[in-house]
């Protein structure tokens, strides 16, 4: 039983006085002794107010996050992927987003799986993801080596080949000037220096090629898992989304 103190003011005068008040023991240890929260959020999660698109492509290249900025899709087709399905590109696909506001930004991360078949020759390159003007990520030359861009900020490689026939987890976030770029959850380059994230492009996005739609540069192999987000993700959000450890 617990003692509350009560004051009692009668005209004008006070006087002391105590009731017994009973507490729910019981309640109290169950909300003492709950296990913390550990469910794990979904790849496309709708609680999240910086994921600006997901791309699961299970079926579908359609995005699962509240903008529904749905890709519109040419000769591709849907393959046993990282997880579940994945979308296969060719040298005549094409997987193309409409211009979009949201995508203006101050900070990004641009995320997926990749698995080419094979790499672009020399002095080529094939997208990943890109939007004119904005920002885009390639893989570049005979080595697979991995190129982001951003422009208003960095242009960067890194000469960390990406395999043909296997599956890698990339990612490049931009945000306050600094461009980062991970490979299989691992942090493998970062410059500073950069301006502020352009916002000019009108010509949407592309997955898997170059942007404007129709610019080539289209990659030949798989791609699944893409999230596109507002905001740096930390290394160890990035280290999650490629199952790595840290």
Known sequence: MAWALVLVLVAGCSFETSLDVP????RDT?????PPDTRVAPFCDPADLTLLACYEFEGT????SPHALHATMTNLTFVPGKVAQALQFGVNSAADVADSSVIDVASLTLEAWVHPFQLPGTGARTGIVDMDGQWGLFLHEPTGRLQCTMAGGISMQIDAM??????THVACTYGAGTT????NGVKRFQQGGGGVLATGGTSGYSLGADNPPGSGSRINGLIDQMRIFSRVLTEAEVCQSAACVQ
């Open 162 to 167: 990406i395999p043909v026939n296997a599956w």
């Open 61 to 64: 290249a359609n995005d699962a």
């Open 30 to 34: 169950v909300a003492r002794d709950a």
């Open 23 to 26: 507490r729910d023991s019981a």
């Open 180 to 183: 980062t770029i991970y490979v």
